[in-house]
């Protein structure tokens, strides 16, 4: 009962496969969803494979496609690509950041020791970035294998509620690739989607005093 972050760190501590996914406790996978990942990471020595799934309201059974996962950024429609972090970068700010949509390779995770930062939530942003942004082959494979539950209590359905969080992890992700020498462009690209981000959480919420400094240190730092 640490949170998920701690939980997510240790497990990757003690994990013995060769990959790993995580599946949230209210989610889940479609038949076979796992035999069609490994495979997939396996034939193709993926470091990290990104792939597609549906939404579902708690309490019913139909299944809604979810345009963020569908890979709709990328030039032309796709059953399988093999892409380094470079080709990666023209459409870097639109990848769909999703830790349970995301099998990442155990080796390649321990080795160049990617972990969440704790005590935060939407942790897998930055999880997912620093995966990217270090992997030689990333894989995108547009099959739905993952079923995600949408209820009022959900952690993403209530961003509202953790202004603080969204802009910790936004300083913390343009922090780390500013320090990476990432190219202008694709650095202003995705500077531009987390600012906003920020900027219409702390917009919206109802205790904006509580949230200034954090968030005016925020723009400070990269609004440049």
């Given amino acids: 009962n640490s949170g998920l972050s701690i939980a997510r760190n240790k497990a990757m501590q003690i994990a013995q496969g060769e990959y790993f996914d995580f599946l949230d406790s209210d989610d889940y996978l479609v038949p076979d969803a796992l035999e069609t990942i490994y495979n997939c990471c396996k034939s193709n020595d993926l470091d990290m494979l990104s792939f597609s799934g549906y939404n579902?309201?708690?309490?019913?059974?139909?299944?809604?496609?979810?345009?963020?996962?569908?890979?709709?950024?990328?030039?032309?429609?796709?059953?399988?690509?093999?892409?380094?972090?470079?080709?990666?970068?023209?459409?870097?700010?639109?990848?769909?950041?999703?830790?349970?949509?995301?099998?990442?390779?155990?080796?390649?995770?321990?080795?160049?020791?990617?972990?969440?930062?704790?005590?935060?939530?939407?942790?897998?942003?930055?999880?997912?970035?620093?995966?990217?942004?270090?992997?030689?082959?990333?894989?995108?494979?547009?099959?739905?294998?993952?079923?995600?539950?949408l209820h009022p209590a959900s952690i993403t359905q209530n961003k509202n509620s953790h202004v603080y969080?969204?802009?910790?992890?936004?300083?913390?992700?343009l922090d780390y690739l500013k320090s990476i020498n990432l190219d202008k462009?694709?650095?202003?690209?995705?500077?531009?989607?987390?600012?906003?981000?920020?900027?219409?959480?702390?917009?919206?919420?109802?205790?904006?005093?509580r949230y200034k400094k954090y968030y005016k240190k925020l723009l400070n730092k990269h609004s440049n």
């Fill in 56 to 149: 579902f309201d708690d309490g019913d059974t139909i299944m809604k496609p979810n345009n963020y996962w569908n890979f709709l950024y990328l030039p032309e429609p796709i059953t399988f690509k093999k892409l380094s972090f470079k080709e990666c970068m023209p459409f870097m700010n639109k990848m769909a950041v999703s830790s349970c949509l995301t099998v990442y390779k155990s080796s390649f995770v321990k080795q160049h020791n990617i972990i969440f930062p704790e005590g935060l939530c939407f942790e897998d942003n930055v999880f997912f970035y620093k995966s990217l942004t270090q992997a030689t082959n990333i894989g995108l494979l547009d099959k739905k294998l993952y079923c995600r539950r």
């Fill in 185 to 209: 462009k694709t650095l202003k690209a995705i500077t531009n989607t987390y600012l906003q981000t920020a900027s219409k959480a702390y917009e919206d919420c109802d205790d904006k005093r």
């Fill in 165 to 173: 969080d969204t802009i910790k992890i936004a300083e913390i992700l």
